[in-house]
Structures are given as C-alpha cells and as structure tokens.
C-alpha cells in the first residue's frame, strides 16, 4: 500500500499494526527511527520529490528489499531483475551466492546473485540522498534482553499475536506437524473456526492427519492437488518474485495458496519462524548439549558434514561446470563454506544455530516463501511477534529439544489436539506431551511420514524432461548440457537427482527472467 503526504510518499510491502498514514506522519515529525519499532512483518520505502530514500526493514527481515549504487545513483526495489535493468548492469553470477544456493539451497549474509546488488539486512535504516549512501543495521538477537525462562509467556505471546492479527475469516495452512498445530490450537482457544487449506496426494500424511483434524473440530477444509503444468504456467513469475534463489522443488508454496482462492479480505496464517522454538538444524537431545561443551569443534564437523550430506553434483561431475562454480563446490570452496556458517554462529553450538536460523535460513529462505505467500493472499504468522521472539530466545535447551514448548503451547491452548500422531513419533496414534528419551533414534521414530513433495516423481515426467533437454543451453555458462543428460537419464531410471534438477530449473527459469 502506498499514501502521498506533500511530496513525500510511504510504501509498505508486508503488514505492521499501524496504516501508513500513520507511519508517514510519524517519519516526518519524528524521522526515521520512530519507525524502528512497528510491529509486523514489512520493509517501508519513504521517498521525497527531493530524491531522498528512506528504507526501513522489520526485524525479521523476512520481506525482501534490494538496492545498487551505481555512478552515484541509488536504485532499489523488491524484484533484482527490475533493478538490473533501472540501473544498466551488465548481469554477473556472484559464485559464492551461486555456491551457497548450490549447497544450502539458501544464499546467506545480504546477497543476491549479482555481486553488485545487495539486500538490504533485517532491522535497517538505509538512507539515500545527493548520492550518498548510509546503512544502520542492529541485530535483533543482541537487542534481546537476558530474562526468566517462561514457556507460558510465550504462549501467551503467541495468543495475543494471533487475537490482534486473525480478522474475521481466518484461512490456515495445516499440515500434520508441529507448527501449524500450535496455530491452530491458539485459533481454537481464542474462539475461531479457521478455514483450513492442506496441499499434497490423498496418501500424505499431512493430508491424512489434518483431514482429521477438521473432521473432529467441524471446519472447513480444503485440499489441494497441484499438477504440473501449473509449475510450468507460473515459473515465470515464481523466478521472479524470488529473484532466482528458490530451488523449484519448493515452489509449491506459490502454487497451492493460489489456487485456494483465498479471499482478498481473508487472513492467510502459515508456520513460518515456528522453527525458532524447536532446535530446527541438530534436534538431538543429549547429543547436542554434549556438542555445546565444545562448539566451535562441534561446528565445524557439523557443517562439513552438513554440506557433505546431500551433494547437488557428485565429486566427478564438478568437471562439467563452470570453474568458478565448481571451485566453490569443490574441496576449498567447501570448506571455506563451512568456516563462514561456523562464524555465524557466534561460537556457541545449540544457540549458534538456532542464530544462524533466525539470521540466515529465514531472511534468505523463508522469506522467499513468504513473497509467494503475499503475492496471492493476506500472509500472516503470529510467529513473528517480537514479544513471542523475545520470551523463546530466553527458553532453555530442553524445551526446544523434541519440540517440547510446541506441545505445552498445544497441551495449554487445546489438548484436543494431541490425540492426533505428530510426525515421525513415537505414538502412532497421538501425540506426546514430551518428547521421550532417546526421540531422535530410529526404534523411537515409528510413525511412518509419507511426504507432500511431489518432486520426484514431476523430474520423471516426459514433459519435464523435454523442457530441461530443449532448454539446457540457456545455463551453458554454468553447466556441460551433457552432464544435464546423464542427470536426467539417471533420474529417469530410478535414482534420485531431485536436488540437481531443481537447482538446474531454477537457473534456467531465472536466466530466462534477466535475458533481454
């Protein structure tokens, strides 16, 4: 939304809880930093017929805002392709970008995949004017205040976020898990009856669980099937509105929301940040409190193990890419990776991580996510309240671990909803009130998870294949179009080369979205 106030203008991408007549008014008595503590999930653009630019980004910094500087002129905007041509650059891959999606399936810092243009960090003030440029950043973690462990605050944190956010016709995502649970049992407790929307095949369990959740609660639910021609009708704008860093085995989120139709006047609830509460990169009980005795050891095999786990291209194909390319993916360039996400951690282990997920996975993956989600609906998680993010972060190891606080808010907000299984739990039938000892161990992991992801079986499909063969030679900069053959008959034949044909799709789609 954007107002006019004399010859300045405010525009505000994402939502906060004041208007923007508002927080216009407020910028010109007060300036900049009064803005600094609105609630809510946005970047907000000021600019003046003076040429002066004022971009202020939530804490989070999950709503994506870009800028270059270029022969003294500052050119900004949400879409990286809109900025490449305002401002004339030539395109160029940032490999360390390229590398980091390559591996992470997430860029991380304030890269794009131009080296010249940058995304403006979480928690900023970015000033333009007379050719100047001024940049203010403050992490939100280190604003964070030490304070008493209280797993009902955050609960009641969450409830407040949601009272103050739901609207009349709340729409929510569902899935069978963990955050989209604690959602709708605040929903539950605060007197709403959401409409549900769940994505995937019949057999998901996703798809089996929130079926019953509905049934038991008397809700509205709905279940979308995506099919494939509907990934080819929207990768142009999906690219787009993610600037060419989403692998396209996750571009689901922009299709399913789509395609419910959600009304314009209706609230879109989704999990994102949930994760925050949960030891979302190593949820392994003793084993990662014994880690946090030594963490920068415990870090670094971590992550080389991490980035080992799951190669995008094996150690021999590396050959068939481009050198700069596959010297980030190679031995050095690796391990470089490796010390660079250790040092975001901060030297701690459980915490550095949970870091490293508040302040790299969502600004850079998530928040893609969350473009897609606002590009057809009024997207909204309660999530992002930096009350409810404030009383987490003070939460001890143990109720992260297993997802514990998840089941107290559930257990508080409605016990109901623990009759139904959680994913890869220990009760085929319900869900616990605490995660047992040992959780994380396959003899303790017997409820059988049959995932949404239709990936897979979309890279075997005959009209998938001939899009990638006939349109290979668009990324010959970056990789041997016969090395994508062999790839693709491997993946044909039974293997699983999801990882590579997504990231492949997604460079072809994005060079598709820059090339003139």
């Given at each position: 939304?954007?107002?006019?106030?004399?010859?300045?203008?405010?525009?505000?991408?994402?939502?906060?809880?004041?208007?923007?007549?508002?927080?216009?008014?407020?910028?010109?008595?007060?300036?900049?930093?009064?803005?600094?503590?609105?609630?809510?999930e946005y970047t907000l653009v000021i600019e003046s017929g003076g040429g002066d630019v004022t971009v202020i980004t939530s804490p989070v910094g999950a709503t994506h805002y870009f800028y270059t500087q270029q022969q003294g002129r500052l050119f900004h905007g949400d879409r990286v392709a809109d900025i490449l041509r305002r401002s004339g650059?030539?395109?160029?891959?940032?490999?360390?970008?390229?590398?980091?999606?390559?591996?992470?399936?997430?860029?991380?810092?304030?890269?794009t995949l131009h080296p010249e243009i940058h995304r403006v960090p979480p928690g900023s003030i970015l000033h333009g004017s007379d050719g100047r440029l001024s940049l203010s950043s403050v992490a939100t973690i280190d604003r964070i205040q030490p304070g008493p462990a209280d797993p009902d605050a955050a609960v009641d944190a969450l409830n407040?976020?949601?009272?103050?956010?739901?609207?009349?016709?709340?729409?929510?995502?569902?899935?069978?898990?963990?955050?989209?649970?604690?959602?709708?049992?605040?929903?539950?407790?605060?007197?709403?009856?959401?409409?549900?929307?769940?994505?995937?095949?019949?057999?998901?369990?996703?798809?089996?669980?929130?079926?019953?959740?509905?049934?038991?609660?008397?809700?509205?639910?709905?279940?979308?099937?995506?099919?494939?021609?509907?990934?080819?009708?929207?990768?142009?704008?999906?690219?787009s509105l993610t600037n060419g860093t989403k692998p396209a085995c996750h571009w689901h989120t922009y299709l399913y929301p789509l395609k419910a139709a959600i009304p314009s006047d209706a609230t879109f609830f989704v999990g994102t940040l949930g994760e925050f509460a949960r030891s979302y990169y190593f949820d392994r009980g003793w084993l990662?409190?014994?880690?946090?005795?030594?963490?920068?050891?415990?870090?670094?095999?971590?992550?080389?193990?991490?980035?080992?786990?799951?190669?995008?291209?094996?150690?021999?194909?590396?050959?068939?890419?481009?050198?700069?390319?596959?010297?980030?993916?190679?031995?050095?360039?690796?391990?470089?990776?490796?010390?660079?996400?250790?040092?975001?951690?901060?030297?701690?282990?459980?915490?550095?991580?949970?870091?490293?997920?508040?302040?790299?996975?969502?600004?850079?993956?998530?928040?893609?996510?969350?473009?897609?989600?606002?590009?057809?609906?009024?997207?909204?998680?309660?999530?992002?309240?930096?009350?409810?993010?404030?009383?987490?972060?003070?939460?001890?190891?143990?109720?992260?671990?297993?997802?514990?606080?998840?089941?107290?808010?559930?257990?508080?907000?409605?016990?109901?909803?623990?009759?139904?299984?959680?994913?890869?739990?220990?009760?085929?039938?319900?869900?616990?009130?605490?995660?047992?000892?040992?959780?994380?161990?396959?003899?303790?992991?017997?409820?059988?998870?049959?995932?949404?992801?239709?990936?897979?079986?979309?890279?075997?499909?005959?009209?998938?294949?001939?899009?990638?063969?006939?349109?290979?030679?668009?990324?010959?900069?970056?990789?041997?179009?016969?090395?994508?053959?062999?790839?693709?008959?491997?993946?044909?034949?039974?293997?699983?080369?999801?990882?590579?044909?997504?990231?492949?799709?997604?460079?072809?789609?994005?060079?598709?979205?820059?090339?003139?």
């Amino acid at each position: 939304m954007t107002i006019q106030l004399g010859d300045h203008r405010l525009t505000c991408i994402g939502y906060c809880d004041s208007s923007e007549a508002d927080l216009l008014g407020r910028f010109l008595r007060q300036g900049s930093r009064a803005l600094a503590g609105t609630e809510g999930e946005y970047t907000l653009v000021i600019e003046s017929g003076g040429g002066d630019v004022t971009v202020i980004t939530s804490p989070v910094g999950a709503t994506h805002y870009f800028y270059t500087q270029q022969q003294g002129r500052l050119f900004h905007g949400d879409r990286v392709a809109d900025i490449l041509r305002r401002s004339g650059l030539a395109w160029q891959w940032n490999w360390q970008a390229l590398g980091d999606l390559c591996q992470l399936e997430n860029l991380t810092d304030n890269q794009t995949l131009h080296p010249e243009i940058h995304r403006v960090p979480p928690g900023s003030i970015l000033h333009g004017s007379d050719g100047r440029l001024s940049l203010s950043s403050v992490a939100t973690i280190d604003r964070i205040q030490p304070g008493p462990a209280d797993p009902d605050a955050a609960v009641d944190a969450l409830n407040n976020a949601m009272a103050g956010l739901a609207g009349e016709t709340p729409y929510l995502s569902l899935s069978g898990g963990f955050d989209s649970r604690v959602i709708l049992a605040s929903m539950l407790h605060l007197g709403l009856r959401p409409h549900l929307i769940t994505t995937g095949r019949e057999e998901a369990t996703d798809v089996q669980v929130a079926r019953r959740m509905a049934q038991r609660f008397g809700l509205p639910h709905q279940l979308i099937s995506l099919d494939l021609e509907e990934f080819f009708a929207h990768a142009p704008t999906i690219s787009s509105l993610t600037n060419g860093t989403k692998p396209a085995c996750h571009w689901h989120t922009y299709l399913y929301p789509l395609k419910a139709a959600i009304p314009s006047d209706a609230t879109f609830f989704v999990g994102t940040l949930g994760e925050f509460a949960r030891s979302y990169y190593f949820d392994r009980g003793w084993l990662g409190r014994l880690a946090s005795l030594a963490p920068e050891a415990a870090l670094g095999r971590f992550w080389r193990m991490k980035l080992a786990r799951h190669p995008t291209f094996l150690a021999e194909e590396l050959g068939h890419l481009a050198p700069q390319l596959a010297a980030e993916l190679a031995g050095e360039g690796s391990e470089r990776r490796a010390d660079r996400l250790s040092g975001f951690c901060h030297g701690e282990f459980l915490d550095g991580l949970t870091r490293y997920y508040f302040e790299q996975r969502v600004p850079n993956f998530y928040a893609n996510g969350i473009a897609m989600y606002r590009a057809s609906s009024a997207w909204r998680s309660p999530f992002h309240d930096r009350r409810w993010i404030e009383t987490i972060w003070n939460l001890p190891d143990g109720w992260k671990l297993g997802s514990n606080w998840h089941r107290h808010a559930i257990a508080r907000n409605c016990p109901e909803l623990l009759a139904f299984p959680e994913e890869n739990g220990f009760d085929r039938h319900r869900m616990l009130t605490k995660a047992p000892p040992l959780y994380w161990t396959p003899p303790l992991r017997r409820a059988r998870y049959v995932s949404y992801d239709l990936s897979a079986d979309w890279y075997r499909d005959p009209r998938m294949l001939a899009f990638l063969r006939q349109h290979t030679e668009v990324i010959g900069d970056l990789v041997d179009p016969a090395l994508v053959g062999r790839i693709l008959e491997a993946h044909a034949a039974g293997g699983d080369r999801t990882r590579s044909l997504a990231f492949l799709l997604t460079l072809i789609f994005w060079k598709q979205v820059i090339t003139p």
